[in-house]
């Protein structure tokens, strides 16, 4: 249950009559699963209906529910000109950028971290240095570059409406900062947004910006204070509770919150119920706080969903310093996995965000899309399948159609549909017909018992990896999507994390080695040979040798993986005995000689040379100081490549190394000098 608030004494009160002039009357428990289209309000009215049905369902969760319930407090080489080619961030789709902590344009890097942008000149090689430092309020974590423009993230969990007399109290807040990076000596901010609420991921087309936000409706301590007072009197469960029981308290005590909830409800502004922005477009200027939504510009499900509102956030970066408006559109539910290809972006929700604690939990995902049309983007249609998702790789657009990778059960609750037995994995193909993605084919029951670790969907081909003690590769063919067929199979131990293309018969998979019998062995890049499809083999595997355990950030996170001219750039992991390592592997790549290393690069010097970020030792939590026994753990996060030059980025610093010959270092800059260094 929520901590418990000071008590008000008008709660207590209403509280108290509500409770003693309460007819035995029940409310039933909201469906399990509720379809999936979404209806637009018509007023604000409507909308705090749907508020005050989100509130009581959350407290009734939070009193009887076997699931947690979450507070809704938000307190908490060269030459003198420019090189001729780079690496792009790793994307998805082409086409469609997606943010990092790092993006360059091959003369100029940009890096998103700490309490700052970091810009450096990456061309020629051996004069790579830092050229500006620009402090950001809050923990910047990602950008976007749109010619001289910089479009950076960050989190402000304080006071995003800062000295705003009318911005929020508390809370937190998705912050963008423009800045001019025309003069990469001397940028500047020209315009700043806050959007009130989290951020779920975000895409740029262009000069199209959208940005997906997440943004918890708080429910009033109050609320909580009359939930902590009534608990006592609320109906109570015998021990074991069958769940006709339980289902008859919760009904009851439905009946007797929801006028306080109501009242309570009532007394709430409208820019309480839904997003707010602050957006100031001159430098240090001033702006009033403005909800991002109008009521009409929300959609809801057909059930309950958790108190939440997902807002789909176009601005255009094409606009000039005075800046385009911030235009929204956002349904009333809660979903984190995003898909977006040229015309499309799919919000897909699972049925953990409408499961309230009791019943059976129905493991199905409902997904909805958004047309991309600059200011004009819209909710189109929304559809359901059976199983989760497991990221944004388990969607794909491709003619007309989304396809959808699903698995029966889910790692982190380890439940099961009982309708599936054993539970499996699946892929269905989904049309738009009207406001509906409606299921045109499927393919049922991939690999029992294991659970998807990879998906790639590639035109009319699509690639699964399975896992539970070995690692199935499954080749399915997608040219029909009314008729999906599985048709190659491929067992190999340990699994692939990231799959990625290489030419049109190739694939590269990040994962983990293992034994038959699971035991996990470590870091392993696999190379695929597909061209026979309906019968995958393997051309070669890598295994970073390690005697404890090995890792690569890359095997959650597809940023991490650069592939250019032949080589294989990770940020790699490893401890062996008492010694560590934590910098950058290269591997040669090719098709048919397989993958070989080519080395590594260690950034333990300007760990040296640093002030230490996390501490001078594991049992020192203080910073600043050299790092002790932290100084092999450089936390490397990136790499780019710029002609035959790698870039590696780690929290430390940047190393500048020939890709032929990465014993060759041109240049390297220490991000936080120690002093005396």
């Known amino acids: 249950m929520h901590p418990r608030p000071a008590r008000s004494v008008p709660t207590l009160l209403a509280l108290a009559a509500l409770l003693l002039g309460c007819p035995p009357e029940r409310q039933d428990d909201p469906p399990t699963a509720v379809d999936s289209r979404l209806f637009r309000f018509t007023s604000c009215g409507e909308l705090r209906d749907s508020v005050v049905d989100a509130f009581l369902e959350s407290l009734v969760s939070a009193h009887y529910g076997d699931r947690w319930a979450l507070p809704m407090d938000s307190a908490d080489g060269g030459g003198g000109e420019g090189p001729s080619a780079w690496s792009e961030t790793n994307v998805q789709e082409a086409g469609v950028d997606e943010p990092d902590l790092v993006k360059t344009d091959g003369e100029f890097m940009y890096i998103a971290q700490r309490e700052e942008l970091t810009i450096l000149r990456t061309w020629p090689p051996a004069d790579t240095a830092r050229v500006a430092s620009l402090p950001l309020d809050g923990a910047p974590f990602s950008l976007f570059l749109h010619g001289d423009l910089a479009a950076v993230f960050s989190y402000d969990y304080s006071r995003p409406g800062g000295d705003v007399g009318d911005g929020w109290d508390e809370g937190y807040a998705t912050r963008i900062t423009m800045i001019d990076v025309s003069d990469r000596e001397e940028p500047r901010i020209v315009r700043q947004i806050d959007l009130e609420g989290w951020f779920v991921d975000a895409r740029l087309l262009g000069a199209d910006l959208y940005v997906v936000l997440s943004t918890w409706t708080e429910i009033p301590a109050a609320l909580w204070d009359a939930l902590w007072t009534a608990a006592p009197v609320l109906p109570t469960l015998p021990p074991n509770p069958t769940e006709a029981q339980a289902a008859r308290a919760r009904g009851e005590a439905r009946v007797l919150l929801r006028p306080l909830v109501q009242s309570t409800v009532d007394g709430l502004r409208t820019d309480e119920l839904i997003p707010r922005m602050l957006d100031r477009r001159t430098p240090n200027g001033d702006a009033g706080s403005q909800t991002l939504l109008a009521c009409t510009d929300v959609f809801r499900p057909e059930g309950i969903s958790h108190p939440a509102v997902l807002s789909v956030v176009h601005v255009d970066l094409d606009v000039g310093e005075a800046g385009s408006q911030v235009e929204a559109t956002g349904l009333m539910a809660e979903g984190w996995e995003v898909y977006a290809s040229q015309e499309s972006l799919y919000v897909a929700q699972s049925s953990r965000w409408w499961w309230w604690g009791w019943g059976a939990l129905d493991l199905s995902t409902h997904v909805h899309r958004f047309e991309l049309a600059g200011g004009d983007t819209s909710y189109q249609s929304s ?18 159609h989304l396809r959808m990778a699903t698995t029966d059960t889910d790692a982190w609750w380890g439940t099961t549909d009982e309708a599936v037995d054993p539970p499996a994995n ?3 193909c989904l049309r738009e017909a009207g406001a509906e ?10 690999a029992p018992d294991e659970q998807i670790q990879a998906a ?4 009319p081909r699509g690639f699964l990896v399975t896992y539970r003690f070995i690692d199935p590769l499954f080749t399915i063919d997608l040219q029909d999507p009314t008729d999906p067929r599985l048709v190659g199979e491929l ?41 026979d499809f309906s019968s995958p083999a393997v051309v070669d595997r890598f295994t970073l040798q390690s005697d404890d355990w090995s890792w690569s950030e890359a095997l959650w996170d597809h940023h991490a993986f650069t592939l250019w001219e032949g080589v294989l750039a990770l940020p790699v992991y490893t401890w062996a005995g008492d010694e560590g390592f934590s910098g950058l592997l290269l591997l040669s790549v090719d098709e048919e000689e397989g993958l070989e290393e080519r080395g590594r690069i260690d950034h333990t010097d300007i760990v040296a040379d640093s ?9 020192n939590e203080s910073w600043g100081g050299p790092c002790d026994d932290l100084y092999w753990y450089a936390s490397m996060r990136r790499s780019v490549g710029i002609e035959g030059w790698i870039y590696s980025l780690s929290d430390y610093g940047l190393k500048v190394n020939s890709l032929q010959d990465p014993t060759q270092e041109a240049a390297r800059v220490v991000f936080w000098p120690r002093q005396g260094s």
């Not at 559809?383 to 007309?400: A, C, I, K, P, T």
């Not at 993605?437 to 991939?446: A, D, P, W, Y």
């Not at 002030?611 to 049992?619: I, K, R, V, Y």
């Open 383 to 400: 559809g359901s399948v059976d199983g989760w998702l497991l990221n944004s790789f388990s969607m794909s657009e491709w003619d007309g």
């Open 426 to 428: 699946n892929v269905f």
């Open 437 to 446: 993605l409606e299921v045109v084919g499927e393919i049922r029951g991939i």
């Open 456 to 459: 790639r969907f590639l035109g």
């Open 491 to 531: 067992e190999l131990p340990g699994w692939s994390a990231y799959l990625h293309p290489l030419g049109g018969d190739h694939l590269l998979g990040v994962g983990m080695d293992a034994t038959l019998e699971g035991q996990v062995l470590g870091l392993a890049v696999n190379l695929f040979d597909v061209s």
């Open 611 to 619: 002030e230490c970020l996390w501490g001078s030792s594991w049992d």
